[in-house]
């Protein structure tokens, strides 16, 4: 299966969306480690409002932005994040 690389209503409507291994990953989880561990259910919420958040955000520039400018200004931001933490990691051994 191929993904475009975007995920749409009409890309998942058609089964193009990995359904099952989503479904799989999401059990596993309730049923595996709600019972296992103790989870940090506000760590978990604030991480997927940030989510759905950066969603929203990314889908109003992509109508300004081209893609091929956006996709590199993400990668520029993936590497100065991970410069950072890199950073960080050796100041602080």
Same mark, same amino acid.
């Given at each position: ?5 975007? =995920? ?5 409507? %058609? %089964? *193009?969306?990995? /359904? *099952? ?9 309730? &049923?595996?480690?709600?019972? #296992?561990?103790?989870?940090? /259910? =506000? ?9 759905? #958040? ?6 109003? &520039? ?7 400018? #956006? ?11 991970? &410069? #950072?933490?890199?950073?960080? *990691?050796?100041? %602080?051994?």
């Amino acid at each position: 299966m191929k993904l475009s690389g975007y =995920t749409t209503v009409y890309n998942c409507i %058609n %089964n *193009e969306y990995p /359904w *099952e291994d989503s479904i799989k990953s999401l059990l596993g989880f309730f &049923f595996g480690d709600v019972f #296992l561990y103790q989870i940090n /259910w =506000t760590l978990i919420l604030k991480f997927t409002f940030i989510s759905i #958040l950066g969603i929203f955000i990314g889908n109003y &520039f992509s109508v300004f932005i081209n893609a091929k400018l #956006l996709k590199k200004i993400f990668g520029v931001f993936i590497f100065i994040v991970g &410069f #950072l933490i890199i950073t960080n *990691e050796l100041i %602080n051994l």
